[in-house]
């Protein structure tokens, strides 16, 4: 019997991963949320999309999906459309900035003509249809007639819940008590964007190809700066960090890892309002010399007991590799079922986002295991064992002392 072909391999986990979900949401009764209608936070059926085994067949379909799409088109097409995705992340800002999200989701479901959205938020009637039918066509809002537009699904979480009046009259107010991701999609798609564009200058530019410095980042290519960019976040008064998390909450001798902390004075802060905890910070290494007297201190009153548990994304390889997580328990994740990648292809995507957003905005990075081994074996640690969160992009690394 001859073996069944790729296309009907990655076809069959498809409809497999979607018998179970279907079958899930019989048991309550429930239909899976179709794409017109917005996103119903409080409803039994996105309570039930987060469920582990939910989410893991969510993932193989999109998985195999994306790779079926990659397996059958044709490969200029491909690389043609991936090289003109930017206008995507482009009309999501222009969409958001522009209110045009408010002023669609107060029509209703009848949807509003381009024209008389861009009376309401002077703009050119013919640009705003045109992006708005970018969109729709990755189903980015709904086109109900010729250059009438609806909100749906994935445009309800760029609202901001304000009315657009509201928006028009103060534009600092979108963020004030909101719940939608649009704060964090107009950086993507502002700074991030901007900064992605002089990515290549950065990676083979004779002054920054192998700098390890924040200023040498694209963002600051792009933006002519020498400034990082994540400086501003200094103004933020220090004892800012004691709001929120109930640290006296934590058990005598706990440990705290602050990433990225620079050379310690927001740890230093917790240490002073905390004294129970102990306290490790990390850094990039010309943050961490500067800071060594600091750490060498954190790292001496470990004691043979104290475990450094380091959360983080732990980016996978796209091939399987086994040279480090055969040596350490917790490290192995179930193989991905062929013929998709090992690490579940596009399911992994915004890891590997995450990691270029790194580089971009700071030239830094995201970190595979075998980087975390690494990195800890530097600071005095031995990681022992790793914890792979379900339904997350975020590990744990536990290390005890060497």
């Not at 069959?12 to 794409?35: C, G, H, Y």
């Not at 990075?365 to 790793?386: D, I, N, P």
Request: net charge negative; with cysteine.
């Amino acid at each position: 019997m001859a073996s069944k072909s790729h296309l009907r391999l990655l076809g069959e986990l498809i409809l497999k991963s979607i018998d179970a979900i279907e079958s899930r949401l019989e048991t309550e009764s429930i239909e899976f949320p179709v794409l017109a209608n917005p996103v119903d936070p409080s409803s039994k059926a996105e309570s039930l999309l987060r469920e582990a085994d939910i989410v893991n067949a969510t993932s193989y379909i999109v998985a195999a999906a994306s790779q079926l799409i990659a397996t059958v088109r044709s490969p200029v097409q491909t690389i043609m459309e991936n090289s003109l995705l930017f206008h995507l992340p482009a009309c999501i800002r222009a969409a958001v900035e522009s209110n045009m999200v408010e002023i669609i989701r107060e029509a209703g479901h009848q949807g509003i003509h381009a024209n008389d959205i861009a009376k309401r938020n002077n703009t050119d009637p013919l640009k705003t249809a045109r992006i708005l039918r970018l969109l729709s066509n990755h189903y980015i809002f709904t086109e109900v007639d010729p250059d009438v537009f609806c909100i749906n699904r994935l445009s309800s979480v760029l609202d901001s819940g304000k009315s657009a009046v509201e928006l028009q009259e103060a534009p600092h107010h979108r963020y004030v008590n909101m719940s939608s991701i649009s704060a964090l999609v107009l950086m993507q798609t502002d700074e991030a964007f901007k900064g992605a564009a002089y990515l290549t200058e950065a990676f083979i530019g004779p002054g920054t190809a192998y700098s390890l410095k924040a200023t040498d980042s694209p963002w600051n290519i792009a933006t002519q700066t020498d400034a990082f960019l994540f400086d501003c976040t200094k103004l933020e008064p220090p004892e800012a960090i004691l709001s929120g998390f109930k640290w006296d909450n934590l058990p005598d001798d706990s440990l705290i890892v602050d990433l990225g902390g620079s050379v310690g004075s927001t740890a230093l802060t917790i240490a002073k309002a905390v004294p129970h905890v102990k306290l490790v910070v990390q850094d990039r290494s010309s943050v961490i010399e500067d800071a060594k007297t600091i750490l060498q201190q954190l790292r001496a009153a470990a004691t043979p007991a104290t475990k450094l548990i380091t959360v983080d994304i732990i980016l996978p390889h796209t091939c399987q590799d086994t040279r480090v997580i055969n040596l350490i328990p917790g490290a192995a994740v179930p193989a991905a079922p062929a013929p998709l990648l090992p690490n579940m292809g596009a399911a992994s995507n915004m890891k590997y986002w995450l990691d270029f957003q790194m580089f971009v905005l700071g030239n830094c990075q995201e970190r595979t295991l075998g980087h975390f081994v690494c990195l800890a074996a530097q600071g005095g640690w031995k990681v022992s064992e790793v914890h792979h969160v379900p339904g997350s992009f975020l590990g744990q690394c536990v290390s005890v002392p060497m």
